[in-house]
């Protein structure tokens, strides 16, 4: 079951936060967060466990809320280099199969 | 380290035509995988592999058909390509466990 990312466009200023969800109808076993830019492969930036752990990479965070099926991704102080499209992959019971959503496409600028 | 390889990478093609994509990763990963991706569609799972000799269906199967006769390699076919057809095609593979999922640069396919 394919995971609703919203909002589905986010344009925002150098420097400026922005927080990007995705939500599924099913219980999951892990989100998983990639970023593509266009004409390029996806790129990997966190996995998010049950439990709710909250991950990093650079000024980029995430939560997983399980019991409400939602993981939002926290873009702080945005640069240039976030611009791309993020999605979301959703696992519901270990077994390494993703279903994505399609896509919450963000554009920094300067 | 050249991670997840696809080939080709550009292929035109006409309605009716056969292919072969290629998709090779050099990390020993049990799981492969592919993907279309269309504009505003996300990645839609085609086939997936859980290891050598094995394959299943993903979200979107039909007239695509995949072998994984070597653990490093695994081979989308087109047996008489479509217009439908035509899309982004990525390929995928993860090791055991909580692991990401590493994509190759992808192959851009027209079918005529």
């Known amino acids: 079951q394919q995971p609703v990312q919203s909002p589905q466009a986010v344009i925002l200023r150098e420097g400026e936060d922005a927080v990007i969800n995705c939500s599924s109808s099913k219980a999951l076993y892990s989100v998983h967060w990639y970023r593509q830019k266009h004409g390029e492969a996806p790129v990997f930036l966190m996995i998010l466990l049950k439990g709710g752990e909250q991950k990093g990479h650079e000024k980029i965070s995430a939560s997983f809320n399980e019991k409400k099926q939602q993981s939002s991704l926290y873009l702080t102080a945005s640069q240039l280099s976030y611009s791309g499209t993020y999605f979301c992959?959703?696992?519901?019971?270990?077994?390494?199969?993703?279903?994505f959503g399609k896509g919450n496409q963000v554009v920094v600028i300067p | 380290n050249a991670g997840v390889t696809q080939t080709p990478k550009f292929r035109v093609l006409k309605t009716g035509q056969s292919m072969t994509l290629l998709c090779a990763q050099d990390m020993n990963h049990e799981y492969m995988y592919w993907y279309r991706q269309d504009p505003g569609m996300g990645l839609r799972l085609i086939h997936y592999?859980?290891?050598?000799?094995?394959?299943a269906k993903g979200e979107v199967p039909d007239g695509y058909n995949v072998s994984r006769l070597k653990k490093q390699n695994f081979l989308l076919g087109l047996e008489s390509a479509a217009p439908s057809q035509t899309s982004v095609y990525f390929c995928a593979s993860t090791g055991w466990g909580d692991q990401p999922q590493h994509f190759g640069d992808g192959t851009r396919l027209s079918i005529l």
């Open positions: 992959g959703t696992e519901r019971n270990g077994n390494n199969r993703l279903a």
């Open positions: 592999s859980v290891g050598e000799g094995t394959t």
